[in-house]
């Protein structure tokens, strides 16, 4: 690619990500926390919901479906890569931003899950549209917003959605199985093209099975990996809080990059990863089978606690505990996520590289599932029904292409989609809150209090 595009490309994300971005989603998160008078306090509630069928509702799929199919989204790697990267350009420090992300975005996966559901609407046979291009839509009157989110979304499914995420699995089972690159990404498009012609249905029910194994393997794994550094626990934890916020230096070559490094990082890896504010995860809220828009905006929410809390949580102690422990990797070096994590992960013997092949294998496919339905309803906002077996072909060549695409390059632009994602998104949360706030005043103390607002049928 020339070297003038590149650059552009890379300028663009420095502007995107740079401090009034990161304010904007920072403040949304503490604004609708404060709003929704911490809805983070209604976890076990949120959890219990999500295993709970509400199958007299409306909505194609079960709640469950909707919570796995987008952690499918969600927990990919971005929670793997995405965190080693962080720690290598924004320091150990990087986790904790990522962490509070997480904390902060359940309100912020609430209230777009809320709206996304509050404005959905059906087809004519029966399928369920919604998220933030409806609601900019319906509930602002702002169509020309949905349609640059919209545009924005169809864009980024084929990069933060399929080609990193295929790239990732190229590149791990090359340098561990010797498995050539072209046919592990000609081998991925096979297997996505048999799920996403499927549509919705067949998606959630592969991510049913799927991302609670995946989740739970990974979570183990790691944990019998702190088990091993136990002896460094402590010390991960005092470096990462204290490098969150002045520069310096821990063992093991360590080194942290002051506040703006740190979180400048981990909030874009913490959107990465958890994607609360981006407003991918409620387009799937809306196809739920749900009593009223409270309700389901609650299991979503369970979903960045999942996510970034556990999961991403989980690999960055690991990557720290493990570079303490192990002095030889030298980090001054090594600016490169996936490096820095194959490295932390290869000093677990047997057990490590293990991990971290089946962890991003799994999280990296289901991610490829998850966007695939994102984009497609995003485009069809944008295009109408009859644009979707086209999208699916080219979903599928990008799948059996990305393992020659330079993947510094394509999660740069990963990372410049997202931005341009959530400002739309953003300004709709901030501007309907006070139907958030409503709705949850009209719910949440009943949560079985079925909706009486009627979902209009659309010509699509």
Same mark, same amino acid.
């Given at each position: ?133 409806? *609601? ?131 909030? *874009? ?22 009593? #009223?828009?409270?309700?389901? *905006? ?27 422990? #192990? ?134």
């Amino acid at each position: 690619m020339p070297d003038a595009i590149v650059q552009f490309i890379q300028v663009t994300n420095q502007w995107v990500w740079s401090w009034p971005t990161i304010l904007l989603l920072l403040g949304t998160h503490l604004f609708l926390t404060v709003r929704t008078k911490g809805i983070q306090r209604k976890l076990p509630t949120m959890i219990r919901l999500s295993v709970t069928k509400d199958p007299d509702a409306e909505g194609e799929v079960s709640q469950f479906a909707t919570l796995t199919t987008a952690l499918a989204s969600t927990i990919g790697t971005g929670n793997i890569i995405g965190v080693g990267t962080a720690i290598a350009l924004g320091g150990p420090g990087a986790v904790l931003w990522c962490w509070l992300t997480g904390i902060l975005g359940i309100a912020t996966k609430y209230a777009e899950a809320l709206i996304a559901v509050k404005y959905r609407v059906k087809t004519r046979d029966g399928r369920m549209q919604g998220g933030a291009m409806y *609601a900019l839509e319906r509930g602002l009157h702002m169509k020309w917003l949905g349609v640059a989110f919209a545009l924005f979304g169809t864009l980024a499914s084929f990069g933060i959605g399929c080609a990193t995420q295929v790239n990732a699995i190229a590149t791990v089972c090359n340098a561990n199985l010797g498995v050539p690159e072209w046919l592990v990404g000609a081998v991925v498009a096979v297997l996505t093209a048999l799920v996403i012609f499927g549509g919705i249905q067949t998606i959630s029910r592969v991510c049913e099975k799927l991302v609670p194994f995946m989740a739970a393997f990974y979570v183990l794994g790691c944990l019998a990996i702190l088990v091993y550094n136990r002896d460094f626990l402590w010390q991960t934890v005092t470096t990462i809080c204290r490098l969150a916020f002045t520069p310096g230096a821990a063992a093991g070559g360590l080194t942290g990059g002051g506040l703006l490094l740190a979180m400048r990082y981990g909030l *874009a890896r913490g959107l990465f990863s958890n994607e609360s504010g981006m407003g991918s995860a409620p387009i799937v809220a809306a196809a739920a089978q749900t009593r #009223n828009p409270v309700r389901q *905006a609650l299991v979503s929410a369970s979903g960045t606690f999942w996510d970034t809390v556990v999961v991403c949580l989980m690999t960055g102690l690991v990557l720290v505990s493990s570079i303490l422990k #192990n002095p030889a990797i030298d980090m001054g070096n090594i600016t490169d996520g996936g490096i820095l994590t194959t490295l932390a992960f290869d000093q677990i013997p047997l057990v490590g590289p293990v991990i971290l092949v089946v962890g991003i294998i799994s999280f990296a496919f289901s991610t490829v599932l998850g966007w695939s339905y994102y984009g497609e309803r995003c485009l069809e906002y944008l295009a109408g029904r009859r644009a979707l077996f086209l999208y699916r072909v080219l979903y599928v060549a990008v799948a059996a292409l990305a393992p020659v695409a330079a993947l510094d390059l394509v999660w740069t632009v990963a990372d410049t989609l997202n931005a341009l994602m959530a400002i739309p998104n953003l300004i709709a949360v901030l501007l309907l809150s006070g139907v958030v706030v409503r709705e949850t005043e009209r719910y949440l103390p009943d949560l079985d209090r079925k909706c009486e607002d009627p979902i209009p049928t659309v010509d699509r």
